[in-house]
């Protein structure tokens, strides 16, 4: 029991020394608990899930914050990403609403501040029909979108965190819908160093010393010129240039 709490603070403090063995970027997703809900709603705070059965969790004509918060990570931009939709209400009501142009994307994916609206089930990149309706109506059909089709995969919020500290990760909704729903899985998170990306520019070569030129007698024949120059238009024979010996032949 006393070398637990030790040995949990040394693993949070390799996390940055991880990330930077791994090029500057890392796939955090090991730090999330139940991520994917192979053991239901574990490892979630706040708001409990309507359901989270089938291999994926949903929220039903409710309001909701859920989250997971991960302490003393390092500075860098974490990208925080799930397969997921919302709908507007009963299908009946959400669905004309976004053909019109009148749906309200109310649930979110977060990081700390940071927040980005789900996709709408009846997004134009989903292979499905309204009539008949082939959209997903429950968690087995949500399920099948998501491990089946790998369907509704554009939820992404990006955050930058500029010096150490803790990461609050979750979905949420205030506004109260009737009959809405939000479902989701397959949370991951991705590690991005702040340096990454940014390029090194080398500053340009300092220009090469200049140098004397001497003939193997000691006698100065050139004074201060650059090393490719010294030799140029001198007479076949021995030189010392700089501190090196130099042959200028007569070809």
Not at 14 to 24: D, H, N, Q, V
Not at 85 to 97: L, S, T, V
Not at 151 to 160: F, I, L, P, S
Not at 237 to 247: A, D, M, P, S
Request: glycine share 10%; charged share 20%; aromatic share 14%.
């Amino acid at each position: 029991a006393e070398a637990l709490p030790a040995a949990f603070a040394a693993l949070r403090a390799s996390l940055k020394e991880y990330a930077e063995a791994a090029g500057g970027e890392a796939d955090l997703t090991f730090l999330l608990e139940n991520p994917d809900f192979a053991t239901g709603g574990s490892g979630w705070d706040g708001t409990p899930f309507t359901a989270a059965n089938a291999g994926v969790a949903e929220f039903f004509d409710t309001t909701y914050d859920t989250y997971q918060v991960l302490e003393d990570m390092p500075a860098g931009t974490y990208t925080f990403r799930c397969q997921g939709f919302y709908r507007d209400g009963d299908y009946a009501q959400a669905y004309p609403a976004h053909q019109g142009g009148t749906e309200q994307l109310r649930a979110v994916l977060y990081v700390n501040d940071c927040e980005q609206p789900f996709l709408s089930l009846f997004d134009e990149s989903a292979p499905y029909t309204y009539s008949p309706y082939t959209y997903p109506d429950d968690v087995w059909t949500a399920n099948d979108a998501f491990n089946r089709d790998g369907q509704y995969t554009a939820n992404t919020v990006e955050y930058t965190l500029h010096e150490q500290g803790d990461l609050q990760l979750g979905v949420a909704k205030n506004g109260y819908r009737l009959h809405d729903w939000n479902c989701f899985d397959n949370f991951e998170l991705h590690y991005r160093s702040l340096a990454v990306g940014v390029e090194f520019v080398p500053a340009e070569s300092a220009p090469a010393a200049l140098v004397d030129v001497y003939t193997v007698d000691g006698l100065k024949v050139r004074t201060g010129v650059a090393p490719a120059e010294a030799l140029l238009g001198l007479p076949p024979g021995l030189y010392i240039v700089g501190k090196e010996k130099k042959v200028v032949t007569g070809e």
